[in-house]
């Protein structure tokens, strides 16, 4: 009798340097091991963060949250290559198979890792949204990186031509959105409960904003189209739920505006399904974006959806069908749009369902997690498990 033991899966090395809570990229790779491991690959989510960040924590609460194996590297800066043995140590112990990186830094660290442990290189844009002094150098260091990695998953159709710019051949480059558990965002509860637990007034239109704090988001834009409306009598309200270094200046804003009881800044939200239910306009304002996971999550829960014309947005939403685009940097269009919406309860639910419907029919997560195993699995030469 011949015994057969079960081959060990392959093991995917997702990296990312993170400060504070994360953002969108988090919410999809800390949610990927529980769906790649029935495709036949055990996947680790190793973190660069500062030592003793506050708001990591965060991060540590979404690991658990969906059984991800996390694992933690102290890193101190762009410059701080204390963490190459110890990432080094990782790739050999737990015999990693594929590098999978998610910036500028750890596809700068997957090249050079190579050199002592051979692995299948990948890694996925997801748009520099937050410019500093030091963005420009970081995309360099990209530019250099990206060519010599074997895929590059793109979540958008403007960062997949990006990518080609910066000489990343045809063959290397995939188009690879985000998805969403439509399952997980399932509205559990009506907006009039959802309000009232927020202690939001029934008689109030609730406008919401989820995002890190941040000047790309343009939530100053939005700020000052909802003092415009409340000040021309219309009974809207704003919430724009995150964290971030821009909220001093918001919170200034506020201020001046004198609009400090109809527009809060609650700060970070673990789970933001709540608020969504509670919004009955969601609004985007960024000038900048990849394919934003905030626009999936209210899609899904059945908010209807007002956003800047960006990126990988107007994939999402189709204009006039499933909710309304309107030019980024511009607050007479955004005013405009959640006028019109404001006054248009059929249109709002028009754009709710058809949102829900195209998620669903498009962007489910489970789907994408599949698309990418099999990309894993053109790497590695595998004949997939399935």
């Known amino acids: 009798m011949t015994l057969r033991f079960p081959r060990p899966l392959p093991v995917v090395f997702d990296t990312r340097v993170v400060t504070g809570s994360g953002g969108g990229p988090d919410k999809t790779i800390l949610n990927s091991p529980r769906f790649l491991t029935p495709l036949g690959y055990r996947m680790l989510c190793g973190y660069l963060t500062p030592p003793n960040d506050p708001g990591y924590a965060d991060i540590e609460r979404k690991a658990a949250k969906y059984g991800a194996p996390l694992i933690t590297i102290p890193d101190r800066g762009a410059t701080d290559w204390r963490v190459v043995p110890k990432l080094l140590k990782v790739c050999r112990d737990e015999n990693v198979s594929i590098w999978h990186g998610h910036d500028y830094k750890t596809n700068a660290l997957g090249l050079l890792l190579n050199r002592f442990w051979p692995m299948r290189l990948v890694t996925t844009l997801h748009g520099w949204v937050k ?13 250099l ?27 290397k480059c995939v188009l690879l959105e985000n998805g969403i558990d439509t399952a997980e965002y399932t509205s559990s509860r009506t907006t009039a409960e959802a309000k009232s637990l927020l202690g939001v007034p029934a008689g109030e239109f609730l406008i919401g904003a989820v995002g890190r704090l941040s000047p790309e988001k ?44 109809y527009v809060s800044l609650p700060g970070w939200r673990a789970d933001v399904r709540g608020e969504f239910e509670a919004m009955d306009l969601f609004a985007l304002s960024s000038l900048r974006e990849g394919l934003p996971n905030v626009v999936l999550e209210a899609m899904a829960l ?85």
């Open 131 to 143: 410019n500093t002094a030091r963005t420009p150098l970081y995309y360099r260091i990209d530019r």
């Open 302 to 386: 059945g908010v209807p959806c007002l956003a800047t014309r960006i990126a990988g947005v107007p994939k999402l939403i189709d204009h006039g069908v499933s909710g309304e685009l309107v030019p980024p940097g511009d607050g007479s269009a955004l005013t405009a749009g959640i006028l019109r919406l404001l006054g248009d309860s059929e249109l709002r639910l028009r754009y709710a369902e058809a949102g829900r419907a195209a998620i669903v029919a498009r962007y489910d997560f489970a789907g994408r997690m599949t698309r990418l195993a099999r990309a894993y699995d053109e790497l590695l030469e595998r004949a997939p498990d399935r």
């Open 145 to 171: 990186c990206l060519p010599r990695y074997e895929r590059v998953f793109c979540v958008s159709e403007d960062l997949y031509d990006a990518a080609r710019r910066s000489g990343v051949a045809r063959s």
């Open 218 to 261: 343009g939530f100053d834009l939005l700020i000052r189209s909802v003092k415009f409306l409340r000040d021309a009598g219309h009974p809207v309200r704003l919430r724009i739920v995150g964290e971030g270094d821009d909220r001093p200046r918001l919170e200034a804003l506020r201020a001046e505006l004198g609009s400090g009881d």
